[in-house]
């Protein structure tokens, strides 16, 4: 990983190319700041999918309980 190769100062070349989404971006991520702001992006919106799932799920969770027990 990234950490662990700034950490043991290999010196060897990163592959930029792997990120969490397989998406073409419009410009070439060659630098470490340009990668970690898009794996930081990717990252964040997995997340806020991952949350509006959840929470869409939970508003039909708590609707149907609360229905069928108005209208037992």
Do not use: R
Request: proline share 3%; charged share 10%; aromatic share 16%.
């Amino acid at each position: 990983s990234l950490i662990l190769q700034a950490i043991t100062n290999e010196n060897g070349t990163y592959d930029f190319s792997q990120t969490a989404y397989p998406a073409m971006y419009p410009f070439t991520l060659d630098s470490v700041g340009k990668y970690l702001a898009c794996i930081t992006v990717e990252l964040l919106l997995f997340v806020s999918v991952a949350a509006w799932w959840t929470a869409s799920d939970m508003v039909f969770l708590q609707l149907s309980t609360h229905l069928s027990v108005q209208y037992k």
